[in-house]
Every structure is written in structure tokens, then in C-alpha cells.
């Protein structure tokens, strides 16, 4: 078990800080195995484009499912982590990174008012947008991705402007999502440092001996610690956390329940029906009937 699996990392793009606009080249597969890549940020608006297969992010303490035509969009200095769901068919995306310094200056230019351009560089926007819930950002962000491939002349200008008018308009397109699977925060940095270790490890099987060498605490420690903050010991909140991330899939995808089960962490399919009826009041089958 690292030990290192919650840093939060600065992760510098392969171009000069003064260059406005990086795009890669060739869409990127999705990792997928227990060696997650750490949680990091980087200092530009990161907008991908799923191309293929399905995965997992994790930002601001939010999971969200993604699948072939959905949009990620990452605000910058924004933790965040992804992976694919499925090894044999890994999520491919293909992203571009905006500078953030130039999109921001466009916004207030056209706003002409500093508190207005402050409340919308602060809109809450979905790090998931899909086709079903919101076509028209979906469309717009999708033609920004796509717009890097053509190498048109003054495609820097002209996407950082289309970017910094869909940043205007979404301020009244989007409000906080109440449904979102958030991970609340706690002022106890040993219970965060074992809350960020399992938002990316929630699949592997540590006990809560393993869990308290992590914040150098002894496993009683640790447990009546995580109980204050959250009214429930660390394997009882890893459990929930696979529930949650359980119920998202329910919701978004076709897979099995057996499927989900494992690829949220159970061994036993038997044990994930115990759990998620313990969580959520009825079976996964009932609860994606129900949504």
C-alpha cells in the first residue's frame, strides 16, 4: 500500500507556460488497475472529449461516471484523478488546455464589471455534461476539442473566446447538483489523508490497521477519530463510498449488478446487495428501477 497514494500533485503540461493553447495530439487511454495516478491540477481549463469506452472522475471531491460523447470540463487548480472502468475496453479522451489568464481576461472585458466576472469565473459547472442533460454545452465544448485538430489560423483567439462566452452563459445554465456523490470535508487532517487515500483506493481491501499507519495513528485512534467526523468507522465509510460510486453507475450505465459489484470492490456479490441495501434502503435492482 503506498503511502504517497493521496498526494495531490501540480501536473505541468509538456509546453511553455506562455503558449495559450496545448492539445494532444493522440487521444489518451484511461489508465485502469489499482495503481491509480495521483490526484493533481494544472494551472489551465482542461476540456476532454470521451471518444470510446467508460470511465471514472473524481474532482472536488465529486465522482462522476463518463462514456462515449460526454464532456469533461476542469476548471484550473482543480484536484482531480480519472480511470477506465474496464480494462479489456479502456476510456480513451482526447483533451485540450486553455490558458487561464487568457479566457479569464475575455470574460471580464466583455462583462465590464469585476464582480460579475468573478461570479461567473466561480459558476459551479459539472465536470460530466452530457448530450441528455445539457446538448447545446455539450455541442459547444465538443467543436472547442475538435477545433484544435484543424490548426485553422487564429484558433487560439477563437476558441479561448468561445470558451470565455460558454463560462458567461453558464452561470444561468448551471446550479449545484444536489444528486452529486460529494465528499465532504473535515478539519481532521488524519481522517482526510485516509479520506483521499480511499476516494482513490476504494476497490482494494485494506484493514483499519493498514489505514492508520497511513496518518501514523493506532487503529483505535483511528477509528474513534473517523466516528467523530463522520458518525461511522473507516471500513463502514468505504463501504458507503462503493455504495455511492455503485449508485452512480445503477444510474448511468447498462452493467450487470454482479459487474458493478466488482468493479467497485466486492468480492462477493452477496456482501455488495448487503451493503448497498444498508446504505440505500433496497437492492441495487429496486434502486435502478426506482431511478
Known sequence: MSKHAYTILFSPLPTSPDEPLYFDLSPIRLPCSEDFPLLHYHDR???????????????????????????????PNIN???????????????????????????VSFICKSPEKASNIL????????????????????????????????????????????FLIEARNRFNENPTALQINPTADSAVTTVCEYLSLNY??????????????????????????????????YKNLLRCKIAAVLLRRTQLSVSEISARVGYQDTSDFYRAFRKSYGCSPSAYRTQT
Open 45 to 75: 481549463y482542461e476540456i476532454g472529449l470521451c471518444i470510446d469506452g467508460e470511465g471514472m472522475f473524481l474532482s472536488q471531491g465529486i465522482y462522476s461516471y463518463v462514456s462515449k460523447g460526454d464532456v469533461i470540463f476542469i476548471p
Open 80 to 106: 482531480h484523478y480519472s480511470r477506465s472502468l474496464n480494462g479489456d475496453k479502456p476510456c480513451i479522451c482526447r483533451f485540450a488546455y486553455f490558458e487561464a489568464k487568457a479566457v479569464e481576461h475575455l
Open 122 to 165: 466561480n459558476t459551479d459547472i459539472p465536470p460530466i455534461i452530457r448530450s441528455s442533460d445539457d446538448p447545446k454545452s455539450v455541442a459547444l465544448l465538443t467543436e472547442l476539442v475538435e477545433a484544435c485538430c484543424w490548426g485553422e489560423q487564429n484558433i487560439t483567439e477563437t476558441t479561448n473566446l468561445r470558451l470565455a462566452l
Open 203 to 236: 476497490i482494494k481491501r485494506d484493514t483499519t490497521a493498514e489505514l492508520a499507519m497511513l496518518c501514523h495513528l493506532s487503529e483505535s485512534q483511528l477509528r474513534r477519530r473517523f466516528i467523530k467526523a463522520y458518525g461511522i468507522p473507516p471500513i463502514a
